[in-house]
């Protein structure tokens, strides 16, 4: 690496350990406070089920025909159209059962994290909060984070106080070129509509035309897994590699402001870790159980070149998924490493399928390709997660 990109690379570590901090001490002073002042989410929002694109030829059943029902367990997963009416309706309100979870206690910061998915979604330049509402700052800063955990569409723009209760989204700011400040730009609202319209159809049927109702958690799972690792093509950004060595990387690709993901219909194009993301925003939007993982240790099973030299830049950390059924099993779920085997294969064979060896793999066979020193939940809300000793469901069995 030359001069200039280790001065670059200080810098961007020196803004995320700043931003990092920030975040830190706003956690350890909510969770102290939050003890005896807890405000429980009794149930939470019905999703905006606004449709984006939705076949003209879908069957939606009278209501008092027969429906798949989605399993009676599972009434702490969000509104499933899929389920519902047999065809997915994009949620721009979704947000993984996991944070929703971790975030029961903090029903102002949810709720400012669901109007501004919303209102990010209806393109709006600036919404206003309610006194009622009663957020305060740090209520709201935590609102933005679950948001952006939550959504790549709210990753591309920047929020910023105009006054009381009153705040400024700007679409599609952009980095100063040694990545310590933003730069606000008059973006063209129409290339925002034209950009966040392509991502949302591209979701919607991607999953419509590979997943029906007929389909189990684990069986949406598979076969986007399987989709996205035909459809998007791995770039190797060296430099994102090289700060995974020094911070959480999925935390470092949010706060980036780029538009990488979005642009995905057009460009079939994403880096490591956002090709990671994609998958964790198609899993929310299924309502498939899962959690973003970072972990370290010693490769110990692949012959691939691009993985151990992804592993080696990294200083050995790795980030993958993991995905519990509605009978509540857990499986290890490893897209990177399979797209990356994926395609080594097809230098020499092109018409060459996966053979999805890192799809559902038990704690025992997750080992067999990466000896854990340490795991931790790579995107949560609860900062006692983010530290070596969080604990994990156990993964018994192979899918």
Known sequence: MNTTDKIKLKNIFNRC????????????????????????IEEYPEADTTPVVVSEDADIPADDEETTQKPADDI?????????????????????????????????????????????????????????????EMDFNRGIKLARMSSPLVSCVDITMTDINKYEIRYFPELSDDYTELIYIDTDMADVERKYTAFEEYV????????????????????IYRFLMDDIELE????????????????????????????????????HWQFILLYDFFLTQLNVKHYVILGGGTLTDTSVESIREAFEITDEEWGWIMITDENDNSYQCDILMDKLVLDEQRKSQKDYESDMLYFGMSDKKRNESLDLSYKIYGMTMDPNRNNTGAQFPECNKDY
């Open 236 to 271: 190797n950004d060296k430099m994102l590699l090289e700060q995974a060595a020094y911070m959480n990387p999925f935390v470092l690709t949010l706060e980036f402001y780029d538009t990488n993901i979005i642009d995905v219909p057009e460009t079939k194009k994403l880096n």
């Open 17 to 40: 350990i700043s931003l990092f901090i920030s975040t830190v001490m706003s956690f350890a002073f909510l969770m102290a406070d939050g003890c005896n002042n807890a405000k429980i």
């Open 204 to 223: 919607t049927e991607t999953i419509n035309n590979n997943i029906t109702a007929d389909d189990d958690y684990m069986e949406r799972a598979e076969k």
């Open 76 to 136: 702490d997963r969000e509104y499933d159209s899929i389920w519902d009416t047999g065809t997915f309706v994009y949620n721009p309100e979704a947000i993984a059962w996991n944070y929703r979870e971790e975030m029961k206690n903090k029903e102002a910061s949810y709720k400012a994290a669901k109007k501004l998915l919303k209102a990010v979604y209806d393109r709006e330049t600036e919404f206003e909060l309610t006194a009622d509402d009663g957020f305060d």
